[in-house]
């Protein structure tokens, strides 16, 4: 069974904070949307498993925990994904990266699929899909449907802001997936868009509209 954290940490409060404001710059706004990624990021890895290991300080000798060397992965659902992959690098640099396109039908509001491509060994890593918006829950319900098509078992899933109905359906249709969510918003409009919200994030990072 997956867990879901809700951040609750004044830093992320702050910075979502200024990303809702319409007026943000788009330099801004993609500053923050990394910073963002990179707090979650230091929650979702908090069970990577550590290893003992001896060392030398100038004082003497010691044993010290490392990284088991757990083989990690990125994986951004395009567009606006790859906004969140800077702030995740940071932390896990070792880490590959792989990419899934997909774009929401406007009509239907379901995903369509456009690009894929992923580590060739993707099925032995821990997986970080990365997203910032979880509206109606469908782009990343059909990204990590994909993903464990290809073997992926051990999959957490981050995005900054989610719609009650995009976690509740990511959670029955995932069940074994972590979720770390940044905040938890009212609802969805007519659109499918988050309200409160911030508007479309892949136009707000990239500077589309
Ligand atoms: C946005 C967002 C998610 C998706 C969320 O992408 O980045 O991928 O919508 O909505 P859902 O939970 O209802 O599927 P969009 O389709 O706008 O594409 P873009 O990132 O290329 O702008
Ligand atoms: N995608 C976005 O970019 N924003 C929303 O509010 C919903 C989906």
Redo the contacts with the bound molecule.
Sequence with gaps: MGKTIIMDHPLIRHKIGIIRRKETSVKEFRELISEIAMLECFEATRDLPLEKVRVETPMGGTTVECLAGKKLAVIP?????LGMVQGMQTLIPSARIGHIG???DEKT?E?VEYFCKLPADIGERGIFVV??????????CEAISLLKKYGCRDISFLCIIA?PE?LARLKAEHPDVNIIVGALDEGLNDQ?YILPGLG????RIFGTK
């Design positions: 659902i395009l567009r606006a994904g997909l774009y929401r509001l995903p997203d910032p918006m979880l509206a109606t829950g469908g782009s990343a719609a995009g499918g479309d994030a892949g136009d």
